[in-house]
């Protein structure tokens, strides 16, 4: 068994995420500037992933998460915990 464990995907719920944060318009620029490949990835992208890991090509992969992320090494958006 695989896995794909995606990175930020310009979804249309991260959309609503950051659009959300518009009072803090350096969101999407933080986000940026912790992924490698400086964008966020597309669903397409995800796809490419499953149809690679469904394919004869990758019949000798077993057992592994392909991380399909930009190359993030570290916390994409900071946690925030509320103050109860």
């Not at 930020?8 to 803090?24: F, G, I, P, Q, W």
């Not at 966020?40 to 991380?67: C, F, H, I, M, Q």
Request: glycine share 10%.
């Amino acid at each position: 068994m695989n896995a794909i464990a995606p990175g930020a995907v310009e979804t249309d719920a991260l959309k609503m995420y950051l659009d959300y944060h518009t009072k803090d318009p350096a969101m999407r620029q933080m986000m940026l500037a912790r992924t490698h490949l400086q964008r966020n990835g597309t669903p397409e992208g995800v796809a490419a992933a499953a149809l690679y890991l469904s394919s004869d090509g990758a019949s000798w992969v077993t057992g592994k998460v392909l991380e399909v992320d930009g190359g993030f090494g570290f916390e994409l958006l900071p946690r925030t915990i509320p103050d109860l």
